[in-house]
Nanobody
């Protein structure tokens, strides 16, 4: 099995910064894409940012220029640095990873349980 554990959520004021981390553990041969989704109350889950195994990144338009994403392949970890936070960034943030559990295995998507980010004064 593979587990993804998020950390770093909390309460922050508008304009503030926060770093979310995701640690993957378990039976992992290689992680392809990793990324973050978020779900605000009453809204559908949406992609926030994604980073490939090679480091290519993509961001939702709503967070471009404010969020950065990075990963450490050797440690199976990923960070999301969020700055200039807005009230509309309030959501539960979910980590996901596309994992190969063996060399010839099928890529499988795994999800963390989520961490709450609240942006409020």
């Amino acid at each position: 099995q593979v587990q993804l554990v998020e950390s770093g959520g909390g309460l922050v004021q508008p304009g503030g910064s926060l770093i979310l981390s995701c640690a993957a553990s378990g039976s992992i041969f290689r992680i392809n894409d990793m990324g973050w989704y978020r779900q605000a109350p009453g809204k559908e889950r949406e992609l926030v940012a994604i980073i490939s195994n090679g480091g290519s990144t993509n961001f939702a338009d709503s967070v471009k220029g404010r969020f950065t994403i990075s990963r450490n392949n050797a440690e199976n970890r990923m960070d999301l640095q969020m700055s200039s936070l807005k009230t509309e960034d309030t959501a539960v943030y979910y980590c996901y990873a596309v994992v190969l559990r063996s060399l010839f295995g099928v890529p499988i998507n795994y999800w963390g349980k989520g961490t709450l980010v609240t942006v409020s004064s």
